[in-house]
């Protein structure tokens, strides 16, 4: 189905393991996101990346990794999860950067033990 | 980042509007958006203002932006159950990057 899909939807991990949380979107748009949800924060940017190969750092990027080699798939990695990186993320992806809409999947809840 | 305040509930009745308010800190945001979230859902875009713009409507919804005060809201008219969600406000800065406020969950009671 085209669009933006995350898996897994949900996660329960323990404390020091690594997790992969995939974003996979089907429009070919170039800029991709990651985004953590917590109560009281709003929406906080981990990392983007404007394209293949493309990545750069956002606001709380502290503790995760992505990679970019295909313009449709921007998976984000927890090297190392604690229980501080609970939380529900957001992939998102836009047309361009500026002011195109972000179009978001649907989030990955993230639990760390 | 730059800090996008706005308070965290409101509750209305079926049929009253709603006005859902935020304050950015940036002065040079080109945009400024009204994001809704679902319940389990992720964030949809509801509408959007360019800066140089004092008033947008879009049938029940009209955003009105005061850039002096920094303020952004957001009025739904004839609020309506389904409209119950979180609401975000975000503010474009160059960079490629939306600043996202900490949502307003909307409770729609009959």
């Known amino acids: 189905d085209a669009g933006i899909t995350q898996s897994p939807r949900y996660k329960i991990t323990e404390t020091g393991r690594q997790v992969t949380l995939m974003c996979h979107q089907t429009w070919s748009h170039s800029y991709m996101f990651w985004y953590r949800q917590d109560l009281g924060h709003g929406l906080r940017l981990i990392y983007y990346?404007?394209?293949?190969?493309?990545?750069d750092k956002g606001e709380v990027p502290d503790g995760y990794v992505v990679s970019r080699s295909k313009t449709e798939n921007f998976p984000l990695t927890l090297e190392s999860a604690t229980r501080s990186q609970t939380s529900v993320y957001f992939c998102?992806?836009?047309?361009?950067?500026?002011?195109?809409?972000?179009?978001f999947g649907p989030g990955t809840r993230l639990t760390v033990t | 980042g730059e800090d996008v305040e706005q308070s965290l509930f409101l509750s209305v009745r079926e049929g009253d509007s709603s006005v859902i308010n935020c304050t950015y800190t940036d002065s040079s945001s080109t945009y400024l958006y009204w994001y809704k979230q679902e319940p389990g859902a992720g964030l949809q875009l509801l509408t959007y203002?360019?800066?140089?713009?004092d008033m947008k409507q879009d049938q029940r919804l009209t955003v009105l932006l005061n850039k002096k005060d920094k303020h952004l809201s957001l009025r739904i008219a004839d609020t309506q159950t389904g409209d119950s969600a979180i609401y975000f406000c975000?503010?474009?800065?160059?960079?490629?990057?939306?600043?996202f406020g900490t949502g307003t969950q909307l409770k729609v009671e009959l």
């Open positions: 998102a992806s836009s047309l361009a950067g500026d002011e195109y809409e972000q179009y």
């Open positions: 203002i360019f800066s140089n713009m």
């Open positions: 990346s404007a394209a293949a190969d493309i990545t």
């Open positions: 975000a503010e474009f800065i160059r960079g490629n990057k939306l600043t």
